[in-house]
């Protein structure tokens, strides 16, 4: 099973803030990785597919990088409501996996 | 626009069973693979099972291989969850969710609100 580890596990942030959060992969998932927002209470939205493509009408602040085991999300000027959990998840190989979750709140 | 609806949460005994549905519109559903994902109370997703498009092949879990069936109607426009021989563990809001492919697997670009299944005595 691919284990993906997520960091940090929750961050504290300030509107306009720049929002990093990383996901690392146990092994190779080439660019099968995407990524999710969850706020509360709600259905989790696909934010990011396959490591960098945007999502129609997902917010331009919203962008990801990486390759192989190594993936980045990051939130450029971070709003009040971004306030949520996010989660990435390969789809390279079974079992699916998603990593444990990164939780953002507003400072 | 893109709609799924899960129904057939409950509160259920250990040991005994309950089926999910999952109720899609507003898109081409026989062209899809599908999936179940759930979420324990205040924890993360986690993947359950997958079918095809055209229901040929299925995928699950290891926590829940054996006991949880997926299955699709495509004339009906459903996917179904049949679980049985529940544990405590398996409480979780299920959510079902879409592949944005036909075959599998790919980014789950739309999901349903999700459904609530707690096993408890």
């Known amino acids: 099973e691919i284990v993906l580890t997520q960091s940090p596990d929750f961050q504290s942030v300030t509107p306009k803030e720049k929002v990093t959060i990383t996901c690392r992969a146990s092994?190779?998932?080439?660019?099968?990785l995407h990524w999710y927002q969850q706020k509360p209470d709600q259905s989790p939205k696909l934010l990011i597919k396959y490591a960098s493509q945007s999502i129609s009408g997902v917010p331009s602040r919203f962008s990801g990088s990486g390759s192989g085991t190594d993936f980045t999300l990051t939130i450029n000027s971070l709003e009040a409501e971004d306030v949520a959990a996010y989660y990435c998840h390969q789809s390279s190989n079974l079992p699916y996996t998603f990593g444990q979750g990164t939780k953002l709140e507003i400072k | 626009q893109v709609q799924l609806v899960e129904s057939g949460g409950d509160v259920v005994q250990p040991g005994r069973s309950l089926r999910l549905s999952c109720a899609a519109s507003g898109f081409t559903f026989s062209s899809y693979a599908m999936h179940w994902v759930r979420q324990a109370p205040g924890k993360g997703l986690e993947w359950v099972a997958v079918?095809?498009?055209?229901?040929?092949?299925?995928y699950y879990a290891d926590s829940v291989k054996g006991r949880f069936t997926i299955s699709r109607d495509n004339s009906k426009t459903t996917l179904y969850l049949q679980m049985n021989s529940l544990r405590a563990e398996d409480t979780a809001v299920y959510y079902c969710?879409?592949?944005?492919?036909?075959?599998?697997?790919?980014?789950?670009?739309?999901w349903g609100q999700g459904t609530l299944v707690t096993v408890s005595s």
């Open positions: 969710a879409r592949d944005s492919g036909t075959i599998c697997c790919r980014a789950y670009d739309s």
């Open positions: 079918i095809w498009y055209d229901g040929t092949k299925e």
């Open positions: 092994q190779s998932i080439g660019s099968s």
